[in-house]
């Protein structure tokens, strides 16, 4: 199993606060409703589970999906990425 390593302040500023503003800031960004996270989370709006999440698919099966997918191409050339099968934005939220 590989071992994740974390790095404080990977990516330059410049392209870290574009980030961060495209994905918490922008009103344009849009996010997908996704009413369960998996088979033990109903999908039942009236369930007594109420945890959801919104997703955003960036990449997947070899195309962008994303018109953000250039924004994001950034982390790629900075990991070095030779191949890539998927990236996803997902946010959680219980109530």
């Known amino acids: 199993m590989t071992k994740h390593k974390i790095i404080e302040n990977y990516l330059p500023d410049e392209i870290f606060n574009k980030l961060e503003f495209i994905l918490f800031e922008s009103k344009h960004f849009p996010w997908y409703f996704q009413a369960g996270i998996n088979i033990n989370h109903s999908e039942q709006l009236n369930s007594k589970d109420k945890t959801w999440y919104m997703t955003h698919k960036i990449y ?36």
Not at 80 to 93: C, E, F, H
């Open 60 to 95: 997947d099966d070899m195309n962008a999906q994303s018109h953000y997918f250039n924004e994001f191409k950034v982390i790629l050339n900075e990991l070095d990425v030779k191949a890539l099968i998927g990236a996803l934005r997902s946010t959680v939220k219980k109530l």
